[in-house]
């Protein structure tokens, strides 16, 4: 993963692209992006393509990219910063997601995530992304009470398979969780419902 990293990072710097376009990476780190929250045609080549941070709280951060400077947004992601936890939506799908850099999937491995928040859970049929990352679609209506869920909680717990079983704090993840829901819905991709700090107005 350090390899692809400093390849991206390398050829961000080359282009000439603002520090603080850049994320933070979780360890904080200067200027790194873990690879589970990188778009999948991420090639780090001479572009305007850019991730930028929206929100940061506790534990988690909202995160979108944009091929073209910041025009146009082609994607909206938000998750735990362990990556244990992730959402992503784009024009095409809403997904959930689960990445650690310590694991090697299978190409096309598939198995069991049971999500567990509060009286909620659901049990998501995963498919490998890569070697270090999961995945599963999940219908807009499914999302929604899963973001509606984890707001009145303070912990998640994740199991995979009947294997393992992680928890995943909760504590800030309402304003994070918040502001995907809005990017989702401003660029058209889902409509995740009001979040539960969406009071705001300027009137």
């Known amino acids: 993963m350090n390899r692809k990293l400093n390849l991206l990072l390398g050829c961000l710097a080359f282009a000439g692209v603002p520090a603080v376009a850049v994320a933070q990476s979780y360890d904080e780190k200067p200027s790194a992006m873990p690879v589970a929250m990188l778009p999948s045609d991420e090639s780090g080549s001479r572009s305007a393509s850019q991730m930028l941070v929206d929100e940061r709280a506790g534990g988690w951060v909202a995160i979108h990219h944009t091929p073209d400077s910041g025009v146009h947004t082609d994607l909206c992601i938000a998750g735990s910063e362990s990556e244990i936890l992730m959402f992503r939506a784009d024009a095409d799908s809403l997904q959930?997601?689960?990445a650690d850099d310590h694991w090697t999937l299978a190409?096309?491995?598939?198995g069991d995530m049971t999500v567990t928040v509060g009286a909620y859970t659901h049990v998501f049929?995963?498919?490998?992304?890569?070697?270090?990352?999961l995945a599963a679609n999940?219908?807009?209506g499914e999302l929604t009470t899963l973001l509606n869920a984890m707001a009145g909680t303070h912990m998640a717990l994740v199991k995979f398979g009947d294997r393992t079983t992680l928890s995943v704090n909760l504590v800030g993840s309402i304003p994070v969780l918040d502001r995907f829901r809005g990017c989702a819905e401003t660029q058209h991709f889902a409509d995740l419902g009001q979040g539960?700090?969406?009071k705001a107005s300027p009137f």
């Open 96 to 98: 959930v997601r689960s």
């Open 107 to 110: 190409t096309g491995q598939k």
């Open 125 to 133: 049929h995963m498919q490998a992304n890569d070697a270090t990352t």
């Open 138 to 140: 999940i219908a807009p």
């Open 196 to 198: 539960a700090g969406q």
